[in-house]
Nanobody, 114 residues
Framework: QVQLVESGGGLVQPGGSLRLSCAAS????????MAWYRQASGQQRELVASITSGYSPYYTDSVKGRFTISRDNAKNTVYLQMNSLKPEDTGVYYC????????WGQGTQVTVSS
């Protein structure tokens, strides 16, 4: 049974930081592309960042220079370090794993507000 469990979300003021974690089980973690998506209220889910099995990262333009995705294959965990957070970063953040098929986590809420 595949499980992706996100943690680290919460309420933060603009300019603050959060670190999201996603612990995976039931997959060969090291061979999967791992990604973070987010979904704001009333909007479509969008790709925020991804990292390949070879550690190549991708970032959507709106988070470049502020977010960093990383993975620890020994811990089957992918991280998203989010700095200089803005109100428009608010949403539910989902972890996604993909090799032959994709799997989603349950999501963690991130709220950026003063």
């Amino acid at each position: 049974q595949v499980q992706l469990v996100e943690s680290g979300g919460g309420l933060v003021q603009p300019g603050g930081s959060l670190r999201l974690s996603c612990a995976a089980s039931g997959i060969i973690f090291s061979s999967n592309v791992m990604a973070w998506y987010r979904q704001a209220s009333g909007q479509q889910r969008e790709l925020v960042a991804s990292i390949t099995s070879g550690y190549s990262p991708y970032y959507t333009d709106s988070v470049k220079g502020r977010f960093t995705i990383s993975r620890d294959n020994a811990k089957n965990t992918v991280y998203l370090q989010m700095n200089s957070l803005k109100p428009e970063d608010t949403g539910v953040y989902y972890c996604y794993a993909n090799k032959i098929r994709g799997y989603w986590g349950q999501g963690t809420q991130v709220t950026v507000s003063s």
